[in-house]
DNA sequence: GCAAAAGTGTTCTTTGTACACCCATGG
DNA sequence: CCATGGGTGTACAAAGAACACTTTTGC
């Protein structure tokens, strides 16, 4: 049997959530993929077919999901997160076009494509209510108003600025730079970066998040 | 490459999470397992492997998570959750001895199968928290005080049974049966069945059931 | 009649949610 | 000087956790 692999590589970009989507030659819109040569461990599997199909590297990813793919393959769907911002896009040889494309205006995609992206999306989302995703989502360093905004695009909905600041500075997820950066009109925002750790954004959330120190994401 | 399943079976007797594992003539400890055929599907080739393994047939799994088994394999781990009691075991033709143990006095593994083993586990756990998994492990009428042994035994702490009755009950998860049951000496229970629906022991599990009608669980 | 398990409500504490104003800068 | 986004604390509502006694049966 053949072993694939397929990564759904999700960004947030002015304020939308996209996904990135490869086509060849005259060929149909795809998600990033590859197959698993023998012996090659299925992680690195995938972050090859990400960086030989769009040219962006050491990002990092969780298995979803294998899927049948008949009539004789199995496919290894993965999730990534990254911040476009530092990762320009570059077509591998196999490759005609890559790009970002809107989540939720997406071109028709290979047949089984759409079960691992909708659940990636399913994944992405459930996960904000245990894991600081946003900062895998964001540049290095990034303003709180910025983090809140990348929630509120994988939420849908609006958060409200005052609770948001105080829990996630509660939950000890980022830790000031102490630089600061004045961003056109307005008063110039504190610049943090990641410190590791849980967080969640809101109250079903936080309660799991604490007693989830370990226990839902995939081992190894 | 070649693809192989094996599935972490559990079950609760006697107020014990036990594993079901097999070992063929004078071989070690295993979990069921098998190979995907060509073409077959990955969720069949696993209930395949219980089936000839241990003789049991119709339960339900669930894919946990692809693991590289080198040189030149994956192996698709599955949880699955009986009752014991309605699931005899019977070794398959090339197995010696099939049987129930602890989850926490396991022979030796061999390797790779323990962190099948142990995520499984501990998605299991983690599924306490919003979905019903005790009816799984329970005959098809039980009593109320069955099922929070059941969540007990998973969650590895005592309940109140006041607040644990009203949850479950509140939730909808099961029905009454109209029928009672003595067991010796005390009140005669009533007996319920499961009604479908989503679930939550406690506290931060509650609000997650609450908005997870669909969203952590694999797709298909 | 007593040991053993089933069944039933209320109070208190913790957590979440809603909400309004002053601050620093660019234009 | 005003428009724009950044930054801060409190009061109310909801949910969870803790808790004791009565009922029905077998022995």
């Keep these: 049997m053949r072993v694939l692999v397929e990564v759904a590589v999700f960004t947030v970009r002015d304020r939308r959530l996209d996904v990135l989507l490869a086509r060849g030659p005259g060929a149909a819109w795809l998600l990033p993929a590859g197959s698993v040569e023998n012996g090659e ?10 960086r030989d199909v769009a040219g962006v590297r050491g990002i990092t990813m969780e298995q979803l ?5 008949p009539p004789d393959a199995v496919c290894v769907a993965h999730l990534a997160l990254i911040d476009a911002g530092r990762h320009p896009l570059s077509p591998g040889p196999d490759v005609a076009d890559v790009r970002w494309f809107p989540h939720d205006d997406l071109p028709t995609l290979a047949d089984g494509q759409d079960a691992a992206l909708g659940y990636g999306l399913s994944r992405l989302r ?12 964001l540049p290095e360093l990034f303003t709180l108003g910025e983090m809140q905004a990348v929630y509120e695009v994988l939420l849908g909905r609006e958060l409200d600025s005052r609770n948001f600041r105080r829990d996630v500075l509660a939950a000890g997820v980022v ?6 950066r004045a961003e056109g009109r307005g008063r110039p925002a504190r610049l943090y970066r990641s410190a590791g750790g849980h967080f969640a954004v809101d109250a079903r959330e936080r309660r799991v998040a604490r007693q989830i120190s370990s226990g839902d994401d995939p081992p190894a």
């Design 41 to 50: 461990p299925v992680d690195i599997a995938a972050a090859a077919a990400v």
């Design 65 to 69: 999901f294998t899927f049948d793919r």
């Design 126 to 137: 459930a996960k904000t209510a245990y894991a600081p995703v946003a900062v895998n989502l």
């Design 175 to 180: 830790e000031e730079s102490g630089e600061v």
